[in-house]
């Protein structure tokens, strides 16, 4: 116990970080959510499609919600074949994947 007066000592928390990607203490003290922004090439409608064909082909992993955009969860990815048996069925989708991971400082 520190004697009356005296200013505790704090030990500073060892956060750790998962470099190139944002420190666990940007997203911590992070005010808003993250965003990274990168040009859509082809029409919205073309993205709902191959949605519409994920939930077909790969429904585990879309989740429909009325009213709201549909949920697709590709998984971990540690290198771009983690995701190949998709991109015969959303090759759209995983480009923009690939164009947000790669904004990402440090991605390719």
């Known amino acids: 116990r520190p004697r009356r007066g005296a200013a505790a000592a704090r030990a500073e928390p060892s956060w750790p970080s998962w470099p190139p990607f944002p420190t666990v203490e940007l997203i911590a003290d992070a005010g808003a959510a993250l965003s990274v922004s990168v040009p859509l090439p082809h029409l919205s409608s073309e993205y709902c499609e191959e949605a519409d064909a994920m939930h077909v082909e790969f429904p585990e992993i879309v989740w429909q919600r009325a009213g709201k955009p549909d949920k697709i ?3 971990p990815r540690t290198c771009p074949e ?3 048996k998709y991109r015969a069925v959303c090759p759209k989708i995983l ?3 690939d164009r947000v991971l ?3 400082v440090g991605q390719r």
């Open 73 to 75: 969860s590709l998984g």
């Open 102 to 104: 790669g904004a990402f």
């Open 95 to 97: 480009e923009v994947a």
């Open 82 to 84: 983690d995701w190949a």
